[in-house]
């Protein structure tokens, strides 16, 4: 990834969304970045020129979609149409609006401390060192070895995606399970200290 020297942050309004803020800010300082925020307050029009001029001018969105805020959604899609880089942030994987992004999106549970330091490793690595996109093939292999059992008791063949959101994080795509092999895998990562995530 090029360097980056400008950011626009797309976010909601609201002392949560104020505090991402702050640390996507102080992300861009850290690397010599200036960053300026496009949100709500600045009008559901796009052609607001302020929002215009920031998204114009940047060399990559940050974009939290936590709350499926209208408003930053819209100005995203225009982002995206004209051809920016987007790096998507979410506290909750679960429901992350979109499937099988590259960069995979940062989702930090309100860990504020965790989203500093991947968005730091994203800006200078241009990719976020927990929520890269692992080999498929070496994903489905782990997940097999700590759950196959579990599988195999419910009669049950995996067959979406599986991806990686940390080292201790799997995310499953496209699933049809039904609750009681969820709720035995989920027994089963509890015990062993990792999660799993359906999307």
Same mark, same amino acid.
């Given at each position: 990834?090029p360097?980056?020297?400008t950011?626009?942050?797309l976010?909601?309004?609201?002392?949560?969304?104020? *505090?991402?803020?702050?640390?996507?800010?102080? %992300?861009?300082?850290?690397?010599?970045a %200036?960053?300026?925020?496009?949100?709500?307050?600045?009008?559901?029009?796009?052609?607001?020129?302020?929002?215009?001029?920031?998204?114009?001018?940047?060399?990559?969105?940050?974009?939290?979609?936590? %709350?499926?805020n209208p408003h930053?959604?819209?100005?995203?899609?225009?982002?995206h149409? *004209?051809?920016?880089?987007?790096?998507?942030?979410?506290?909750?994987?679960?429901?992350?609006?979109f499937?099988d992004?590259e960069?995979?999106?940062?989702?930090?549970?309100?860990?504020?401390?965790?989203?500093?330091?991947?968005?730091?490793s994203?800006?200078?690595?241009? &990719?976020?060192?927990?929520t %890269? &996109?692992n080999?498929?093939?070496?994903?489905?292999?782990?997940f097999?070895?700590?759950?196959?059992?579990?599988? *195999?008791?419910h009669q049950?063949?995996?067959?979406?995606?599986?991806?990686?959101e940390?080292? &201790?994080?799997?995310i499953?795509?496209?699933q049809?399970?039904?609750?009681p092999?969820?709720?035995d895998l989920?027994r089963?990562?509890?015990?062993?200290?990792v999660?799993i995530?359906l999307?």
């Open positions: 990834m360097r980056v020297k950011i626009a942050a976010l909601p309004t609201g002392k949560v969304f104020d *505090r991402v803020y702050e640390v996507i800010a102080s %992300s861009a300082r850290s690397i010599g %200036s960053c300026s925020r496009v949100g709500e307050e600045l009008g559901s029009a796009i052609k607001t020129p302020a929002a215009g001029s920031a998204l114009e001018a940047a060399d990559l969105i940050i974009t939290e979609v936590t %709350s499926t930053v959604m819209y100005k995203a899609g225009y982002a149409g *004209r051809g920016k880089p987007i790096l998507f942030l979410t506290q909750h994987g679960e429901t992350f609006p499937v992004i960069p995979a999106p940062i989702i930090y549970g309100i860990n504020y401390d965790f989203l500093a330091e991947e968005l730091l994203y800006l200078k690595d241009g &990719k976020a060192k927990e %890269s &996109k080999k498929g093939s070496d994903t489905l292999a782990r097999e070895q700590i759950f196959g059992e579990i599988l *195999r008791t049950y063949q995996h067959r979406g995606e599986i991806k990686m940390n080292d &201790k994080t799997f499953l795509l496209n049809e399970m039904d609750l092999l969820v709720q989920a089963k990562a509890r015990e062993l200290g999660r995530k999307m």
